[in-house]
């Protein structure tokens, strides 16, 4: 039986990290895209099935590289590799914005273009890891629930095109997991926070607070990356991959809220969890209020 390939991008931590040493055991090829030597080293010590390969999605050099690198048929593509740029939309600036959909989007599409042609060879299958900020838009990230709608959107139009080749498309569409960022956001919020000049931290302070306490709330359930790796490897090996797969209850139980609440429902679930009330935000002082208004 001839071995199976993938390749994986963002694979040097977290759900990357987890999927490729999980499908090494399992039998497959891997070709584990990382950034660092340290990552690759790492990797490469994990198993012999596993060849780390430099991968960065945003570095056109990388992708033109990857023909050297990878076998002539590549039975699946894990598109994984992702970055969140947090904060309130007004104070990104637009080269974060840039930044955040070159990596989540334009970075996974180019590569998959890439590796069509090994593909088509073997008739394989492409697995995009957005998230439930795919389906629901949460408050303070903006900018990541906006690239990873339009993953979906991606995934969904090749899913269609790629058909009469063979080619197989879904979406893995994880809860909170429990990965290096999680850890760090108390600390990133703080820097964040630093960062906003004065009359925008004022404005803003309210939200920073709250979303300090989400932050914990929702860490305290966060689940282990090998669900991920056990979701990809079902959509991998089932006969007919399903469009879109949750993982974790909690990523269930907030699309079932989503479609049970209105709009200003939703809303209000935010401003509560984040602790916003209208009459306590401070006023902005570059708006002018009319008389008797």
């Known amino acids: 039986m001839t071995t199976r390939t993938v390749l994986i991008t963002g694979a040097g931590r977290g759900i990357g990290r987890a999927v490729s040493v999980h499908l090494a055991r399992a039998g497959w090829r891997v070709f584990a895209g990382v950034r660092t ?10 198993s012999a099935m596993i060849t780390p390969v430099e991968l960065d999605v945003t570095v056109h050099e990388h992708l033109d590289t990857l023909g050297s690198l990878l076998p002539e048929r590549l039975d699946a593509l894990i ?40 593909l088509r060879r073997a008739r394989g299958r492409v697995v995009f890891i957005s998230s439930i900020n795919g389906r629901v838009s949460f ?42 960022p999680w850890h760090q956001m108390d600390e990133l919020l703080d820097d964040l926070e630093g960062d906003l000049a004065p009359e925008l931290k004022a404005l803003y302070a309210p939200h920073f607070a709250g979303e300090h306490r989400l932050v914990g709330n929702i860490r305290k359930n966060a689940k282990p990356p090998e669900q991920v790796a056990l979701a990809i490897e079902r959509q991998l090996t089932r006969s007919r991959m399903r469009p879109r797969s949750l993982v974790g209850a909690d990523a269930r139980s907030i699309v079932a809220m989503k479609s049970l609440l209105p709009a200003r ?15 306590l935000a401070p006023r902005d002082p570059r708006v002018a209020v009319a008389p008797g208004r």
């Open 37 to 46: 030597d340290i990552a690759a080293q790492q990797l490469a010590a994990e």
């Open 79 to 118: 598109n994984n590799a992702g970055i969140a740029v947090p904060g309130p939309l007004e104070t990104l600036s637009r080269g974060e914005m840039h930044h955040q959909f070159d990596v989540n989007v334009v970075g996974p599409l180019a590569l998959t273009r890439a590796v069509l042609p090994r």
């Open 139 to 180: 408050p303070f990230t903006g900018m990541y629930n906006a690239s990873k709608y339009a993953i979906e959107a991606v995934a969904d139009c090749l899913r269609v095109e790629l058909f009469p080749f063979g080619i197989q498309v879904a979406l893995v569409e994880p809860g909170v997991i429990d990965t290096d």
């Open 265 to 279: 429902g939703l809303d209000a679930v935010w401003r509560q969890g984040l602790g916003l009330r209208q009459d």
